[in-house]
């Protein structure tokens, strides 16, 4: 896309005092922050990395994607363990000690933030703790942690400033009842009964942990169906297994009003599921999505358009309309993941590296993702990439399916899990894979390889004769393509 970038030119006076200098300033050291510091050190860039954290790897490691990840293993094992009676083995009731699983995740997370602040230091990377805006198209002003201000003046700077929970206006923004994942992860209660505001991933996986430490689920969605984006057959067997954990799925609802008291946040609702009382919560969990940084850095400083919601318009080299600034993640749009983001670090590090050296390969790296895999980190995970038949149909695009059933398995049986399914997608005229899904345990660990089948343009073929390991689950990738093939002889005979 077309940006007209503003001409680079030598550094001038524009931001007053310069207490540092470098080759590449990173504002943001979440995983494409750090990720683009650490490539353009590693290519040769004198680089000064800026975060308002007090440690590395912002919302992702410090308050999102990790420590939930370490709960949700927690509650995995608590889950599985309770079917372990009808196999001939038995368990006490878990006796949770919230502040032993509070230092858990900590740990987890100190132990990444650790090793970042070390490969840091090994790379020579200059880390400001503090919220930084830019002064001036080449200069940046630092408020660090300590109290004092820094001004440091780059060549070529990175936008790596994330995003935020969006927080709903009615409800009562200091009662911490109310929380958003973040809050969420702080485990302060286990509440007796909890309200997910939205039916996405990161509101259904928190709700999977509070589900097994005891919690009762109420979620309320304005659309027609949770976890949108996936296929709804993918959904059906994730909803299936854990309509235990909730009392009420409220679709095509809307929350209207909230009032705190002593005895709860009494909220109330509008729509198909709307029950017609008020209903009471000990903790409400607002999941409705996440709000770009780009009006929080005084991009305008620096000439970077911004948006009106806030998001960064880049080229395929990540470059914003200023050509020696480039964004990176979050900032630049969906989908806000940080797989996504840390290919796009790479990228705007290497250009902007190729330009500072005169290497003229590096100046050519585009970020040009064919597919991004999306997961759902629940029990069973959810997983997919690439075209869905939702967004086939949308298309007009002719597609069809190769699909193995676990119930056929013999390593998803010996689990004990054999609930889920894996599903291919091919393109009717060429028979390449043009997307696929996976529900059931360890999908998220599968996804890569529909991913990369995609990326490298295989068919069914490609993927069926390719020898999978027996018995795995990952096998069931091929037998799908086999039955796309009608070759599966681990499933009955088609019908001619």
Known sequence: MALNPTPSGTPSGD??????????????????????????????????LVERYATLGGV???????????????ASVMDEVKHFAALGVTFAEPAVD??????????????????????????????????GEFAGPFHLSVDVADGSAQTVRFKRAIIAA???????????????????????????????????????????????????????????????GLMLGADRDLVK????????????????TKTVGAQA??????MRFEGDGAPSDPQIYDMVLQAVGRAPNGHKIGAAKAGVSVGERGFIAVDTQMRTNVAHIFAIGDIVGQPMLAHKAV??????????????????????????????????YTDPEVAWVGLTEDEARARGMKVRKGLFPWSASGRAIANGRDEGFTKLLFSEESHRIVGGGIVGTHAGDMIGEIALAIEMGADAVDIGKTFHPHPTLGESIGLAAEAFEGACTDLPPQRR
Not at 17 to 44: H, I, K, N, Q, T
Not at 60 to 74: D, T
């Open 162 to 224: 994330g995003s935020e929970a969006l927080k709903l206006p009615f409800l009562p923004q200091d009662d911490p009842r109310v929380v958003t994942s973040t809050g969420a992860l702080e485990l302060r209660q286990v509440p007796k009964r909890m309200l997910i505001v939205g039916g996405g991933i990161i509101g259904l996986e928190m709700g999977t942990v509070y589900s097994t430490l005891g919690t009762r689920l109420d979620v309320v969605e304005m659309l027609d």
């Open 237 to 252: 067997v994730w909803q299936k297994m854990n309509a235990p954990r909730f009392d009420k799925i409220m679709l095509k």
């Open 60 to 74: 992702c490691l410090n308050v999102g994607c990790i420590p939930s990840k370490a709960l949700l293993h927690v």
């Open 261 to 266: 008291s002593p005895q709860g946040i009494s």
């Open 343 to 376: 290919h796009e670090a790479h990228v705007a590090a290497e250009v902007a590296a190729g330009e500072q050296l005169g290497d003229a390969k590096l100046q050519r790296a585009s970020f040009d993702a064919s597919v991004i895999p999306s997961v759902a």
């Open 98 to 131: 919230l502040a032993k699983l509070k230092q858990h995740k900590e740990r987890v997370v100190g132990k990444l933030t650790g090793g970042l602040a070390a490969m840091a230091k090994m790379r020579k990377v200059t880390v400001l703790h503090g919220s």
């Open 15 to 48: 931001g007053g005092r310069v207490d540092m200098e470098c080759d590449l300033l990173v504002l943001g050291a979440g995983p494409g922050g750090y990720s683009a510091a650490f490539r353009g050190a590693d290519l040769g860039l004198k680089t000064v």
